[in-house]
């Protein structure tokens, strides 16, 4: 009986029936394939208790801040405050585009955002001055996955609720590699730059520095907000989160691109992607629930240390694993899915939570740039016009070099734990 529900669920799945849907109607089925029909009375309760976690509350509003952001005319800016720092350099525009998403992604902390606003922005730009449109949307591709890994991020605040980490250490935990990864994207630009002759801009294109900064500090101050008010005792994540909209509303205003007819845009979609998210944390609570029923967990760990796997060999097993998932699944069902499963594994192995989570959630998001079916990949093509397949093989070195870093991580513990531990939130506290 069992056997049949991995066919139902790939047949609902073939419908287009949504994933979030076909998860929590396969787990039904199984509950009562396992003759464990009797516990679905407790399912709401367990569903319930799955999200009503205080440190979720704070990811509707950090998705409403970054709205608020994207629609406030901030990218011209961002963009022109990057033109600024590395645009004289040769492959400028390349440097602006990286570090244009290491702005955003203390805004908005989302990769498709990042992808969208500068595809409609920086590729144009960089097509214009020589640089191939494959190359230009390629370098988009790469640098913004950033986004999720910089504070203030969603889905580390996800990971955090599926796994009670503290959602401040893994904020403090998440500079480091997401700088990291600017760093070596970069250094990848200026390579190609020379090799290819890619231009710098020259003294005339790029904007008044001392103006063109102050008029960014508005954007700039967003993540200094949140990331100094969580940090230094003087709010909770959620209460940051909530100060964050009222910053992006002031931005917003500054810049004159935030009338109300986008307010209640951004309104609406940080509604319908919180309850997206939402709808998969509870499908997923549901197979979670009968995976704890039938001790699957334990089984894991029992069948790991049968394998003599120790914790790097498992480290190395696991970052594989969910590198494949990236490429098909989406981030949050790929965490509301695999963590709760795998993870408890490597905690008990010894690994930190704290790293544990950076890991995962930057391993997932080089899934976003990873083709068959890369979120950014998709938006980029759709927006700029380049075809898939020519674009996915053009982020390919990015996606080289995204891994190289993923594996410096797993290897170099101390660059996520550092600034949490400097902190006294080693561990997870």
């Not at 498709?112 to 494959?134: F, I, K, W």
């Not at 230009?136 to 969603?154: D, L, Q, Y």
């Not at 020379?194 to 063109?212: I, K, N, S």
């Amino acid at each position: 009986m069992i056997q049949l529900v991995p066919v139902v669920a790939l047949l609902l799945l073939a419908s287009g029936l949504a994933l979030a849907y076909v998860i929590g109607g396969s787990a039904v089925l199984a509950f009562l394939a396992l003759d464990q029909g009797r516990y679905l009375a407790i399912l709401p309760q367990q569903i319930f208790s799955k999200i009503d976690v205080f440190a979720l509350m704070a990811m509707p509003l950090f998705i409403l801040a970054g709205e608020l952001m994207n629609r406030g005319g901030v990218t011209r800016v961002l963009i022109d405050a990057a033109m600024v720092l590395v645009g004289r350099v040769r492959g400028g525009l390349g440097h602006v585009n990286i570090l244009t998403s290491v702005f955003f992604a203390g805004i908005s902390g989302s990769a498709v955002a990042d992808s969208a606003a500068l595809s409609n922005t920086l590729v144009p730009a960089m097509r214009e001055r020589g640089y191939s449109l494959p190359y230009a949307g390629a370098i988009t591709a790469g640098s913004s996955i950033i986004g999720p890994i910089v504070p203030p991020s969603i889905i580390l605040i996800f990971y955090g609720a599926l796994m009670q980490t503290s959602v401040t250490a893994l904020f403090l935990a998440g500079i480091l590699p997401g700088l990291l990864l600017a760093g070596a994207l970069m250094v990848v630009n200026a390579v190609w730059a020379q090799a290819a002759g890619h231009p710098r801009l020259e003294r005339d294109e790029v904007p008044p520095a001392g103006r063109t900064l102050l008029r960014a500090l508005p954007a700039l101050s967003l993540p200094l907000v949140i990331l100094g008010g969580i940090v230094f005792g003087w709010m909770t994540p959620t209460e940051a989160a909530a100060v964050a909209v009222l910053v992006a509303l002031g931005a917003g205003r500054f810049y004159g691109g935030l009338p109300a007819s986008e307010v209640l845009e951004a309104l609406r979609r940080a509604a319908m992607l919180s309850g997206s998210i939402f709808i998969i944390i509870s499908a997923a609570a549901a197979l979670g629930y009968l995976a704890a029923l039938e001790r699957i967990p334990d089984m894991l760990g029992q069948w790991v240390a049968d394998m003599g796997l120790g914790p790097v060999e498992y480290m190395i097993a696991l970052n594989v694993l969910f590198l494949l998932a990236g490429m098909v699944l989406d981030i949050p069902v790929a965490l509301a899915l695999l963590v709760p499963l795998l993870a408890p594994v490597a905690l008990a192995q010894g690994a930190d939570p704290v790293h544990l989570g950076i890991v995962l959630c930057f391993n997932l998001c080089i899934g976003l740039v990873s083709p068959p079916l890369g979120g950014c990949l998709l938006v980029i093509s759709a927006v700029t016009g380049v075809n898939y397949w020519r674009l996915a093989a053009a982020v390919l070195p990015f996606v080289a070099v995204q891994i190289g870093v993923l594996a410096v991580l797993v290897g170099v513990p101390e660059i996520s734990l550092w600034l949490p531990r400097a902190f006294g939130l080693a561990g997870g506290g």
